[in-house]
């Protein structure tokens, strides 16, 4: 399976970004002083951006579990919500989030690593956003690994 260069620049910043996010919350792992439910939802936190960092080097080799990697990886960074019961936000390498804020509609850039996985956070209101990136970034490994099979 050959990459085109979309791709190839959405599977580098995906390995990237996932790296980031590996090394941030590895830096925070010995800080965490927390009990059960914490301690799982850092672990789901952690695994996620390992998936991503692994299953983009795989689909860079061609590898077919890497696509489904990949898809999965970007799929789970397009929603972010924040509610006054759930907070959740990934986002590895660039993240450009399009917020709803009430009646308020802001764009947001971020490069780096952004993650929130949170039960009942202080939050007074509602935010729901969309990651446009990740949005983009899946619709096109889609179509092109259609491309490429045809």
């Given at each position: 399976?050959?990459?085109?260069?979309?791709?190839?620049?959405?599977i580098?910043?995906?390995?990237?970004?996932?790296?980031?996010?590996?090394?941030?919350?590895?830096?925070?792992?010995?800080?965490?002083?927390?009990?059960?439910?914490?301690?799982?939802?850092?672990?789901?936190?952690?695994?996620?951006?390992?998936?991503?960092f692994?299953?983009?080097l795989?689909?860079w080799?061609?590898k077919?579990?890497?696509?489904?990697?990949s898809?999965?990886?970007?799929?789970?960074?397009?929603?972010?919500?924040?509610?006054?019961?759930?907070?959740?936000?990934?986002?590895?390498g660039?993240?450009?989030?399009?917020?709803?804020?009430?009646?308020?509609?802001?764009?947001?850039?971020?490069?780096?690593?952004?993650?929130?996985?949170?039960?009942?956070?202080?939050?007074?209101?509602?935010?729901?956003?969309?990651n446009?990136?990740a949005l983009?970034?899946?619709?096109?490994?889609?179509?092109?690994?259609?491309?490429a099979?045809?």
């Open positions: 399976m050959h990459l085109n260069r979309r791709s190839q620049a959405i580098a910043i995906q390995i990237g970004g996932s790296a980031i996010a590996v090394i941030t919350l590895l830096t925070v792992f010995p800080s965490l002083n927390a009990g059960g439910v914490a301690w799982l939802l850092y672990s789901i936190l952690f695994a996620i951006p390992v998936i991503g692994v299953s983009g795989l689909y080799a061609g077919a579990a890497g696509f489904y990697g898809v999965a990886t970007h799929a789970l960074q397009i929603p972010v919500f924040l509610t006054t019961v759930l907070a959740y936000k990934l986002a590895f660039i993240g450009v989030f399009l917020k709803i804020i009430g009646p308020i509609k802001l764009v947001e850039l971020k490069l780096g690593a952004s993650t929130i996985l949170v039960v009942l956070p202080e939050q007074q209101g509602a935010v729901v956003a969309v446009l990136y983009f970034a899946l619709m096109y490994l889609i179509r092109d690994r259609k491309r099979d045809a």
